[in-house]
DNA sequence: ATCCCGAGGG
DNA sequence: CCCTCTGGAT
């Protein structure tokens, strides 16, 4: 009787044709951003925590712009520990979110500091108790710095997931699952930047370039994206 | 669900 | 003017 067939604890369903898609999506990002890659600076794994940190609801631009002044004033989680968030507002104000990025920064270096030697732990659990670190973040830092297999879910890939019909959900982390299995583990990490670089290039949340898209021949909203001239609105 | 928040683009 | 930007904490 039951037609439901998964409860609560199953997989959630994937959208109709996400696993046909899905190979179709891989070998056009492949052939249009075969150099994709992260492009927050930084020089070591401290620096992509602090810099990812920072990126929250920001352009990798605002937060490239802050951040060389910001570690040569606090070049390490040992330098940042000892400082009050109202050190660290001014060098990063204009990011945007600054108070709460700066107490978070204070709070995180010292934790660093205290828990893991003022190193960046190669720890999923231990990276998302991190004060303004989450799920994100730590797949941000993990597969960049110590080359854990990941699939971060920001602004762009949740868009373009839902667009190209790989994702149905809403909630980030709902995302990823079903990313992580559309897509063999070992392109996840190029993934993630590819879908970044290709929302921000062509992509647009407000008024993507539908005819300039390498996806256009099977992305299951083209056309939706053309039908509101006027406003520029476009269905997620 | 709401708040945090400056900068850049259309 | 409006929307968006590699989210996270409450």
Known sequence: ???????KAGAARLPVGARTRAPL????LTGAYPDAR???????PFELLVATVLSAQ???????????ALFGRF???HAMSVAEAEDIEPLIRSIGLYRAKARNLAALARQLVERHGGEVPNDFAAVVALPGAGRKTANVVLS????????????????????????????PDKVEADLERLFPRERW?????ALILHGRRVCFARRPNCPGCVMRDFC?????????PETGQVPA
């Open 220 to 228: 299951p909203k083209i056309g939706v994206t053309e039908m509101q």
């Open 25 to 28: 999506v891989q070998a056009a």
């Open 58 to 68: 920001a352009t990798d631009v605002s937060v490239n712009k802050a951040t060389p």
């Open 189 to 193: 990490v190029f993934l993630h930047h």
């Open 144 to 171: 960049n710095a110590y080359g854990y297999p990941a699939i971060a879910v920001d602004t762009h890939v949740g868009r373009l997931a839902r667009r190209l019909g790989l994702s149905a959900q809403s909630n």
């Open 1 to 7: 009787m039951k037609l439901k067939a998964a409860g």
């Open 75 to 77: 070049p390490d989680a």
């Open 38 to 44: 992260c492009e927050l600076e930084f020089r070591d």
